[in-house]
């Protein structure tokens, strides 16, 4: 009970110590921010990347469509959290796990969905597909649909078989993600990445009666939905969605708020009748631009009816993944910013 007791007043506090300090550090644009005021793109101060106070042009928060932000527990949230930091976050109630499909443990894998489980968490598998060999990259996507990797696929099926806990799973996620050489099944033909993916899904069903709904995950951009692989191949659509000051004021000239970067995937995917989930969200940079940036986001989710999920990335991204000219961000957002959050937002 007092560590119950404990856990609710830490949420209070957060809620409490964010908006002061989004007040103390931006002044007038974050009570426009905290109290919906209209208030487009505009001169903010902030750290940004752990560097010294700078203005920066900041898109910052529209009102929210609905007039109050309200309290809503119809938003499931969960976390990629490899280290286990949230293990006793009870609100949040999918765990992201990454597998790659030539190289994961069994056991391992098992002992880590029945962990989840046991927490009263659901899963979100994402399965790599990584060849077996790097001089196989090229042909990867011909060589699932000839069955070179059949065993792999098996072996998932069967840990997916058993454990009872429902299950969502992604396969070949960022197929459309041309930034930098990441994955060696981003950026190819979509027609060959359609048949790889559908070969795939229809094999699992075969092989298991499972619990199972599966994400298609895109970056999400103007070709991605040449990638798509039918209405009866998908049961949700997944996105990432970061901040990372420094790449947006090289590309946009200003840094985006959730909104702006939510809105813009979203509106590409309209005519896909599918509900969305956030696969990946974090923040990178200062602290008080984390915790400016998340606050406006958890006002603003009330209001797309099709978001289902928000997912935290916890974790460093891998190096080199934005390229040379940035360093790797670090995703992770204060724990107890997660938890304040998220409680409220989970609270009647």
Same mark, same amino acid.
């Not at 602290?287 to 460093?316: C, G, K, M, N």
């Given at each position: +009970?007092?560590?119950?007791? %404990? #856990?609710?007043?830490?949420?209070?506090?957060?809620?409490?110590?964010?908006?002061? %300090?989004?007040?103390?550090? $931006?002044?007038?644009?974050?009570?426009?921010?905290?109290?919906? =005021?209209?208030?487009?793109?505009?001169?903010?101060?902030?750290?940004?990347?752990? #560097?010294?106070?700078?203005?920066?042009?900041?898109?910052?928060?529209?009102?929210?469509?609905?007039? %109050?932000?309200?309290?809503?527990?119809?938003?499931?949230?969960? @976390?990629?959290?490899?280290?286990?930091?949230?293990?006793?976050? $009870? $609100?949040?109630?999918?765990?992201?796990? &990454?597998?790659?499909?030539?190289?994961?443990?069994?056991?391992? !894998?098992?002992?880590?969905?029945?962990?989840?489980?046991?927490?009263?968490?659901?899963? !979100?598998?994402?399965?790599?597909?990584?060849?077996?060999?790097?001089?196989?990259?090229?042909?990867?996507?011909?060589?699932?649909?000839?069955?070179?990797?059949?065993?792999?696929?098996? =072996?998932?099926?069967?840990? !997916?078989?058993?454990?009872?806990?429902?299950?969502?799973?992604?396969?070949?996620?960022?197929?459309?993600?041309?930034?930098?050489? =990441? &994955?060696?099944?981003?950026?190819?033909?979509?027609?060959?990445?359609? @048949? @790889?993916?559908?070969?795939?899904?229809?094999?699992?069903?075969?092989?298991?009666?499972?619990?199972?709904?599966?994400?298609?995950?895109?970056? *999400?951009?103007?070709?991605?939905?040449? &990638?798509?692989?039918?209405?009866?191949?998908?049961? /949700?659509?997944? +996105?990432?969605? &970061?901040?990372?000051?420094?790449?947006?004021?090289?590309?946009?000239? /200003?840094?985006?708020?959730?909104?702006?970067? /939510?809105?813009?995937?979203? $509106?590409?995917?309209?005519?896909?009748?599918?509900?969305? +989930?956030?696969?990946? +969200?974090?923040?990178?940079?200062?602290?008080?631009?984390?915790?400016?940036?998340?606050?406006? @986001?958890?006002?603003?989710?009330?209001?797309?009816?099709?978001?289902?999920?928000?997912?935290?990335?916890?974790?460093?991204?891998?190096?080199?993944?934005?390229? #040379?000219?940035?360093?790797?961000?670090?995703?992770?957002?204060?724990?107890?910013?997660?938890?304040? *959050?998220?409680?409220?937002? #989970?609270?009647?």
């Amino acid at each position: +009970m007092k560590s119950r007791f %404990s #856990k609710q007043m830490s949420s209070l506090c957060v809620l409490v110590i964010l908006p002061v %300090s989004m007040i103390l550090f $931006n002044g007038k644009e974050a009570l426009q921010a905290i109290f919906y =005021r209209q208030a487009e793109s505009k001169l903010v101060t902030l750290s940004i990347d752990h #560097k010294p106070k700078t203005k920066v042009e900041f898109t910052t928060v529209q009102p929210p469509k609905n007039k %109050s932000p309200g309290r809503s527990c119809r938003l499931t949230f969960g @976390a990629y959290d490899p280290t286990g930091e949230l293990s006793d976050h $009870n $609100n949040l109630k999918i765990q992201h796990l &990454y597998i790659s499909w030539t190289q994961f443990d069994h056991k391992e !894998l098992l002992a880590g969905i029945s962990k989840a489980e046991a927490a009263g968490r659901q899963i !979100l598998l994402t399965v790599e597909p990584w060849p077996n060999r790097d001089d196989q990259a090229d042909t990867l996507l011909e060589d699932v649909t000839q069955g070179v990797y059949d065993e792999s696929i098996d =072996r998932v099926a069967e840990v !997916l078989s058993e454990s009872t806990v429902a299950k969502y799973v992604s396969w070949g996620h960022e197929m459309d993600q041309d930034l930098t050489e =990441r &994955y060696p099944w981003s950026g190819k033909d979509p027609q060959k990445f359609i @048949a @790889a993916y559908r070969y795939v899904i229809d094999r699992i069903r075969k092989s298991t009666e499972a619990d199972l709904s599966f994400v298609w995950v895109g970056v *999400l951009k103007d070709t991605s939905v040449r &990638y798509w692989p039918g209405d009866e191949y998908v049961d /949700f659509i997944g +996105m990432p969605v &970061y901040s990372f000051p420094s790449w947006d004021q090289q590309t946009y000239g /200003f840094i985006r708020d959730f909104r702006t970067t /939510f809105e813009e995937k979203q $509106n590409l995917i309209v005519d896909l009748d599918k509900p969305l +989930m956030i696969t990946e +969200m974090g923040v990178a940079g200062s602290s008080d631009f984390e915790s400016f940036w998340l606050h406006q @986001a958890f006002l603003a989710l009330d209001d797309y009816p099709r978001l289902t999920a928000v997912i935290f990335f916890y974790a460093s991204d891998t190096e080199g993944a934005w390229g #040379k000219n940035y360093p790797t961000p670090d995703w992770r957002v204060h724990p107890e910013a997660i938890r304040g *959050l998220v409680d409220w937002k #989970k609270t009647d």
